[in-house]
């Protein structure tokens, strides 16, 4: 939340210089406020797990949050029950019908990295959707392969297949550190990270865009796109403390050749119970995109878009 401060008084300029929410006492007085409506387009096939994820990060602020849960039309997903989809999800294009606006929109990964963005069976669909944001959403936050799809529907920017899984926890680099996203922001973090593509620094800054986050080890990890009042992070801090593990356990099962993920366990001893080294930076970093929601948002919601 905003600190009110005379503008006049020194400290509006400095706190505003470091990144601060300051605002000065005839905006707040004229301030309209009202919940904050942020859908989230669940493509993970654990929803359930997903859907406590996010809602854990969006609701541990102050503001009042109106909490969406939006599924592709025709996508029928194996790994959740029917019932739990119809009762509290919505299709894209029951959503799209209603003319109904957000504030936030979250479109998350999916485990399909190896397809390019043309065989995905929804790729039509996410097409339409992320043009909707255009015009319906006030700002989105894509997550991990969302992250990819719209930044290469919007820019072009192609996705790379890594010669091994980028897995584990590996420390990222404050690239920004008067960005409103990263209030709080220790000058390095640490971020789950488990995936078999990448995105490449020098086509996204061609592409014109801002690296808030990055990595010399993984690359990129949380990119502002202003022009479609967008961020894109390629990693995962909504991850709970065993996820990781849960996919190394699986790949073991499964047979599937999988590196011990790096930087998680004690001593990278996999039957030592891991540690949780993001969660504070998880928080600050949705908590900010929120507040930023709240600052900029229209209180009328048929502006938004306009």
Same mark, same amino acid.
Request: a negative charge.
């Given at each position: 939340m905003p600190i009110t %401060?005379? !503008? #006049? @008084?020194?400290?509006?300029?400095?706190l505003r210089s470091e990144g601060v929410m300051v605002m000065s006492p005839d905006r707040a007085a004229h301030q309209d406020i009202r919940p904050?409506?942020? &859908? @989230?387009?669940? %493509? +993970?096939p654990k929803k359930i797990q997903t859907e406590n994820q996010f809602a854990? @990060?969006? &609701?541990?602020t102050p503001l009042q949050i109106d909490f969406q849960l939006i599924r592709m #039309?025709?996508?029928? /997903?194996?790994? /959740?029950?029917?019932?739990? +989809?119809? /009762?509290f999800y919505r299709p894209f294009a029951e959503v799209a019908a209603s003319g109904e606006k957000f504030d936030g929109l979250i479109i998350t990964g999916a485990p399909i990295e190896h397809l390019p963005f043309e065989e995905v069976t929804y790729w039509d669909e996410l097409k339409r959707v992320m043009d909707w944001t255009q015009t319906h959403v006030h700002s989105t936050f894509g997550v991990c392969w969302g992250a990819m799809? +719209? @930044?290469?529907?919007f820019h072009g920017v192609q996705k790379h297949m890594l010669p091994a899984k980028a897995f584990g926890c590996f420390p990222q680099i404050n690239l920004a550190p008067t960005s409103p996203y990263l209030r709080g922001f220790s000058d390095e973090c640490v971020i789950p990270v488990s995936r078999w593509t990448e995105e490449r620094q020098d086509e996204i800054d061609a592409a014109g865009l801002r690296t808030l986050l990055g990595s010399p080890d993984t690359g990129p990890c949380l990119v502002e796109?202003? &022009?479609?009042?967008? %961020?894109?992070? $390629?990693?995962? $801090? !909504?991850?709970?403390s065993g996820t990781l593990k849960q996919e190394y356990d699986r790949d073991v099962a499964n047979g599937t050749p999988i590196n011990v993920p790096m930087n998680y366990y004690p001593g990278n001893d996999p039957t030592r119970p891991p540690s949780n080294r993001w969660r504070s930076h998880a928080h600050l970093l949705y908590g900010n995109w929120v507040n930023e929601l709240y600052q900029t948002t229209y209180f009328d919601?048929?502006?938004i878009g306009t």
């Open positions: %401060l005379p !503008e #006049t @008084l020194p400290a509006y300029d400095v904050i409506r942020i &859908g @989230l387009l669940n %493509l +993970m854990r @990060l969006i &609701g541990a #039309t025709e996508h029928q /997903t194996k790994n /959740t029950a029917a019932e739990h +989809m119809a /009762t799809a +719209m @930044l290469y529907h796109d202003p &022009g479609h009042r967008a %961020l894109y992070i $390629f990693n995962h $801090f !909504e991850y709970d919601m048929s502006k």
